[in-house]
Each structure stands twice: as C-alpha cells, then as structure tokens.
C-alpha cells in the first residue's frame, strides 16, 4: 500500500539543484527527507550556539490537513551534538517562505556544516482540526491521572 503525495516546492536559491540537492529520501524506506544546508561558505558553530540555516526552498502543502515537522538527524544529534534549537520545526499549511533550520550545538566543541550538507529531516504528517466538547468527566482507562513515571517503565 504505497502513498504518495505531491508538494510543490520552490527553488529560494540558484544553488538548488546545481551545487545542492533537492531534498530527498536517503533510503528506500526513509520516513524524512534529507534537508540540505543552501550556504555560500561553511558556518562554524560555537559550543552552545544557535544559528538559522537557510534551506534554499520553500513548499506548498496541499490543503490544511497536512503539515511538515523538521526533526534533527540523528546522526549529527548522536555523534556531534548538533540538534534543532526549537526541538521539532513546524511548517504549517499556508506557510509559503523558505524553510530555515534552526540548529544548536550541545556539544563542547565547534561544529562547521558544510554546504550542501544533511541538517534535518522533513516529514509531512495528516492534521486534524478539532472542536472542544466541555464535559464534568472524562472515560476511564487503567492508567487515570497518573502522569510522569506513572506507569512504572524504563
């Protein structure tokens, strides 16, 4: 069962599909498409440094049940420290201006991302818009109120 979709993207930068690639799966069964650095020349990134970084496109979601998140890979979070400042990025659907990434060094040395080099990742994921119904009770479930560590799990 394959599904597909189709976004519109926008070059922000003449470099897009010359010196740097369009995003693009990493592997046939990649969730996320790897978001390339759209730089003119290398930024170092200082210990505990936050810089926006440009991607070089911008995309048009279908309708507004559909967003994009921009998550950190994985590999620069593990091995380097470098992760995204605001945790998960959220394009929204009638958002229209280039995506930018913003990245922070966690570690205690300086990182330098190259241009044209992965940064994040993107997956787009179905939105539901909701309506609140005010009630006195809510259903029963074996867990109930209990919050942080309540289920006893490592």
């Known amino acids: 069962m394959e ?5 519109q993207i926008k070059k922000c930068s003449d470099k897009i599909g010359n010196s740097i690639t369009f995003p693009e799966y990493a592997t046939e069964g990649s969730a996320g498409l790897d978001l390339p650095a759209c730089l003119e020349q290398p930024i170092i990134i200082p210990p505990g440094a936050r810089v926006k ?3 070089g496109i911008a995309i048009e979601l279908p309708h507004r049940h559909v967003a994009g998140l ?3 890979r994985s590999g620069l979070a593990t091995n380097h420290g470098i992760s995204l400042a605001n945790a998960v990025g959220l394009i929204d659907s009638d ?4 995506i930018i990434v913003a990245v922070v060094n966690q570690s205690e040395r300086e990182y330098i991302i190259k241009p ?3 940064i994040a990742q993107l997956v787009f994921i179905p939105v539901f818009h909701v309506s609140f119904e005010i009630v ?3 259903g029963k ?3 109930g ?4 560590g309540s289920t006893g799990r490592f």
Request: without cysteine; proline residues 7%; positive net charge.
């Open 3 to 7: 599904k597909t979709m189709v976004i």
């Open 53 to 55: 970084i440009p991607t």
């Open 70 to 72: 921009v998550f950190p």
């Open 95 to 98: 958002y229209k201006g280039e």
């Open 116 to 118: 044209g080099e992965r």
């Open 136 to 138: 006195e009770e809510l």
């Open 141 to 143: 479930s074996s867990r």
């Open 145 to 148: 109120k209990g919050g942080f």
